[in-house]
């Protein structure tokens, strides 16, 4: 199957600064990509969609210019979590979809913990 | 994305066949069920997807009613590396994928 892949795999920052995670397509080119969050015991939720070459949507409640997300390439999304805070502390999990006639598959990432202190 | 309903939990028995069912009685017409599973601190592992006829692969094997209001999401035999949670969703794979709660699928020795 398609692989993405993310990076890092965990981040610890300290409160108020910024942390990026990357989300790449290794085997294929996803001109769409999606950004979830992951809350403990919890279901992902999905955050915003990200289209390579134009602006990412967001899902209603999540504030864009706190969770800044750039889709500059076919293969790669970054989601930046700006001015971050304890509150953030989640696991983020990205996924592309691989284009397909039947309906496409969206393939995940393994998924960036972010612990804010 | 159509809403389903899913077990909360099930146990199945290492080597036996465990059948996860899946409800999804206001899918439309244009809409595919997906089934995708996590394992603790992982990220969604695809399944399998199908829009109206019976699909099988290497992982599973999907089982969709005629009137498309359920399916059944069916691993031959189960090992403990299948325990995880399993998320049935039905919508258009181009769009958002809406999580629920999933089925925690436990494989016991």
């Known amino acids: 199957g398609a692989v993405v892949s993310q990076h890092p795999s965990w981040v610890i920052c300290k409160s108020g600064t910024s942390v990026k995670i990357e989300c790449r397509s290794l085997d294929f080119q996803a001109t769409t990509m999606f950004w979830y969050r992951q809350f403990p015991k919890q279901s992902l939720m999905l955050m915003a969609t990200?289209?390579?070459?134009?602006?990412?949507?967001?899902e209603q409640g999540v504030e864009k210019d706190k969770f800044l997300i750039n889709h500059a390439s076919l293969t790669l999304s970054t989601l930046t979590v700006t001015s971050a805070h304890p509150e953030d502390s989640s696991f983020y999990i990205c996924?592309?979809?691989?284009?397909?006639?039947?309906?496409?598959?969206?393939?995940f990432g393994p998924g960036t913990r972010l612990t804010v202190t | 994305d159509a809403k389903t309903t899913q077990p909360p939990s099930m146990d199945c028995a290492e080597g036996r066949a465990a059948n996860l069912p899946c409800n999804h009685s206001?899918?439309?017409?244009?809409?595919?069920v997906y089934w995708y599973r996590q394992i603790h601190s992982q990220g969604p592992q695809y399944i399998i997807h199908?829009?109206?006829n019976n699909e099988t692969n290497e992982m599973a094997s999907l089982i969709i009613t005629e009137d498309r209001k359920s399916s059944t999401l069916i691993l031959p035999h189960a090992t403990l590396r299948d325990t995880a949670v399993y998320y049935c969703?039905?919508?258009?794979?181009?769009?958002?994928?809406?999580f629920g709660k999933g089925t925690k699928l436990s494989v016991i020795p």
């Open positions: 996924s592309a979809l691989s284009p397909g006639g039947d309906g496409g598959e969206q393939y």
């Open positions: 199908g829009l109206k």
């Open positions: 206001t899918i439309s017409g244009n809409e595919y």
């Open positions: 990200s289209n390579e070459g134009s602006k990412a949507t967001y």
């Open positions: 969703i039905a919508g258009t794979g181009s769009y958002q994928l809406t």
